[in-house]
């Protein structure tokens, strides 16, 4: 799916390389682990269902609900909409997130999961648009750092619709 009004900002290739990429660092950096990845609902389903792939080691999947956005304006409220399936204690989590954009939600989960008592807790996040940064938190994986613009595809959405366009792009205003 490539609508006429999404100009690409990451190719589906790029993508995809630097995904391995990020892939090499986990499994060298989680060896003899208990990883978990936790991907958060639902921007980071297909940027997680990629790079599990290239985790040559084993692991265990979650997945937890978050609500922060309306629209295009963040509005500074996290909610969790769906829990984890299992506990976490004395798992090495990696939390797996589409983008930080004021760093809001990651903050609050970052929060939430530590009262969990897991061993430790890495974060992963495909983006960062460190323009509107209003929180800072520690990206321990970083695919791209990218302009400030609204982006969608890969997983990352405007009201629901372009998740599923293969690229990362810029809505174009016009249209
Ligand atoms: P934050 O709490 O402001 O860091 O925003 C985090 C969430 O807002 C992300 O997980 C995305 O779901 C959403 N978001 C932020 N920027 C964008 C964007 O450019 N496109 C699509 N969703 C975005
Ligand atoms: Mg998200």
Do not use: W
């Not at 003899?32 to 084993?58: A, E, H, Q, Y």
């Not at 983008?99 to 939430?112: C, H, Q």
């Amino acid at each position: 799916m490539s609508p006429a009004h999404v100009n690409v900002l990451l190719d589906a290739e790029t993508i995809q390389r630097r995904v391995a990429e990020l892939g090499a660092e986990i499994t060298r950096d989680y060896r003899d682990k208990d990883l978990v990845t936790i991907g958060c609902l639902k921007g980071s389903t297909v940027f997680m269902s990629d790079l599990v792939r290239t985790i040559d080691l084993p692991l265990r999947m979650d997945y937890l609900g978050l609500r922060s956005y309306e629209g295009t304006q963040s509005t500074g409220v996290v909610q969790i909409t769906s829990d984890l399936t299992r506990p976490i204690d004395g798992c090495d989590v990696l939390i797996v997130e589409d983008i930080v954009d004021t760093g809001l939600t990651m903050s609050y989960l970052l929060e939430n999961l530590a009262t969990r008592h897991p061993r430790s807790v890495k974060l992963c996040s495909l983006l960062h648009k460190p323009a509107r940064t209003r929180v800072k938190v520690d990206i321990h994986y970083l695919g791209f750092t990218i302009e400030d613009h609204f982006v969608v595809g890969y997983g990352l959405d405007y009201d629901e619709l372009y998740r599923n366009v293969p690229f990362i792009g810029i809505l174009d205003p016009s249209k």
